[in-house]
């Protein structure tokens, strides 16, 4: 495209800056990630003792989504060079250039304020400040600092990612308890093997644009055997909510089925470690853990939310 | 050149003015159902209280 059009004194827009549509900052949020946390902050506020009124748990549901949506805008942001560099993040708005940086720094920064801001007049003060730490650490602490520093980068990162059900229990409740620390902790360790499982197939993705992913530091078999270890330590964990009484017999039943399940597929990927099997192994083991998280997630939103546990004795 | 003569000398393509078009449209909408959003959260916040004639 010619830098001057017919006319010489007009200048091609196309040079000067970029006019993106909706569409582009809508895929900045990373929809599918929202969605996830969506459903476990959901979850975390049905899991509250309080019920929540109708329309302010939409608005709180409705914050944490778009403020985890922030989150990821200023991730892209930030990542725009390493995303350049990986054929999983080479098509995002940034690195393909669909959107200008400083648009989406804006963007980031714009949704974020508002979403607190939101958060903090339909429920409290304690669930924006949790939905601001959450920003706060998926940006600053996980993406500026910990993913190009540490090989556990993931892993204490993972705590933005398990945030989402705190925030939302608070929203309903106006405090953190043991119940939500639950929730809490069994994102936090169903993160490790969920990722690892992909950086084994993406290695060379993640070395080419220098991020110290677990296999391109400690090996292969060093993260399969990680893997392998949180596998033991989630599925119990999983079905802690069960023993508690936070979740029903439903949600037991399922935890137990589903976590033998988690250390099957994650023992597979430990023992096969040569070849197509092995990726196929773990390509499976990071979307059966997709699935895992969902259910579990889904089953404490149905049986809440529809009081199983309540009517049915479930 | 300053900001206002570059702006004027700015050739958009088709593509890039309904993009903004589209983008203004999405800002307008997002602002309303911001506002309508508060109003709601201020009635709920409220309750029965919002009925009630000042003492």
């Known amino acids: 495209m010619s830098m001057l059009g017919q006319d010489s004194s007009r200048l091609d827009a196309a040079i000067i800056g970029y006019v993106s549509g909706p569409r582009e900052f809508v895929s900045l949020l990373k929809p599918r990630v929202m969605s996830l946390v969506v459903l476990t902050a959901l979850a975390g506020m049905l899991c509250a003792p309080e019920p929540i009124h109708p329309i302010i748990g939409f608005a709180s549901l409705l914050a944490i989504a778009v403020g985890a949506g922030a989150a990821g805008a200023l991730n892209m942001w930030w990542d725009a060079d390493i995303d350049a560099l990986m054929a999983r993040t080479r098509s995002r708005a940034i690195p393909s250039g669909l959107v200008d940086p400083g648009e989406a720094l804006y963007f980031g920064l714009t949704l974020a304020f508002f979403a607190v801001l939101t958060l903090a007049a339909a429920a409290n003060f304690l669930a924006a400040g949790l939905l601001a730490f959450t920003i706060f650490f998926y940006v600053v602490v996980y993406t500026m600092w910990l993913k190009r520093s540490t090989p556990q980068n993931i892993v204490i990162g993972g705590a933005a990612g398990a945030l989402p059900p705190v925030v939302g229990y608070a929203a309903a409740s106006g405090g953190v308890t043991f119940d939500s620390l639950l929730l809490f902790a069994i994102i936090f360790v169903w993160t490790p093997p969920h990722f690892w499982a992909l950086a084994l197939v993406k290695s060379r993705d993640y070395e080419r644009a220098g991020v110290p992913m677990m296999p391109n530091v400690k090996g292969p078999s060093r993260t399969r055997l990680e893997i392998l270890v949180y596998s033991l330590l989630l599925a119990p964990l999983g079905v802690a909510p069960w023993l508690t009484g936070l979740g029903g017999r439903l949600y037991g039943a399922a935890a137990i089925a589903s976590g033998v399940g988690m250390v099957v597929m994650a023992a597979r990927v430990y023992r096969t470690r040569e070849g197509s099997p092995a990726t196929t192994a773990a390509m499976q083991l990071f979307g059966y853990s997709i699935f895992y998280l969902f259910l579990l997630v889904a089953l404490l939103v149905v049986e809440h939310g529809f009081g199983l546990i309540e009517r049915w004795g479930l | ?55």
């Not at chain 2, 003015?17 to 916040?45: C, D, H, M, P």
């Open chain 2, 1 to 55: 050149m300053d900001d206002k003569t570059l702006q004027s000398n700015v050739a958009l393509t088709a593509d890039q003015l309904r993009n903004r078009r589209r983008r203004n449209f999405a800002i307008g909408l997002s602002v309303a159902f911001l506002a309508a959003l508060f109003y709601a959260i201020t009635i709920v916040k409220l309750g029965p209280n919002a009925l009630r004639p000042m003492p």
